[in-house]
């Protein structure tokens, strides 16, 4: 019922930038909360930063924050997130996610119902 596709990894140097998006699709996201996270190999899915999709307050990781920025942009059925100053530990698949998490914790894998295929980021250092 929704579709979730992101886009945008790749490889970069440590210090540099990425900017990700996913494109989401199907079941309206208005009572939804937007988020991303991220998987290196052998740990555990790690929440990165998440939206309400009408907009509001974010949350970020202590990892990240200051460093990335979660957006949204509605005409668009988008959710981005802008990666700056990346590390060589900020090497993941990032995935995009979509849930009904308003009165549940918004940094928890499992209040989230929807993810997409995920895309790899490698900071090289």
């Known amino acids: 019922q929704v579709q979730l596709v992101e886009s945008g990894g790749g490889l970069v140097q440590a210090g540099g930038s990425l900017r990700l998006s996913c494109a989401a699709s199907g079941r309206t996201f208005t009572n939804y909360y937007m988020g991303w996270f991220r998987q290196a190999p052998g740990k555990e899915r790690e929440f990165v930063a998440a939206i309400p999709w009408n907009g509001g307050v974010t949350y970020y990781a202590d990892s990240v924050k200051g460093r990335f920025t979660i957006s949204r942009d509605g005409a668009k059925n988008t959710v981005s997130l802008q990666m700056l100053s990346l590390k060589p530990e900020d090497t993941a698949v990032y995935y995009c996610?979509?849930?009904?998490?308003?009165?549940?914790?918004?940094?928890?894998?499992?209040?989230?119902?929807?993810w997409g295929q995920g895309t790899q980021v490698t900071v090289s250092s």
């Open positions: 996610a979509a849930g009904q998490v308003r009165f549940r914790s918004k940094i928890s894998p499992v209040n989230y119902d929807y």
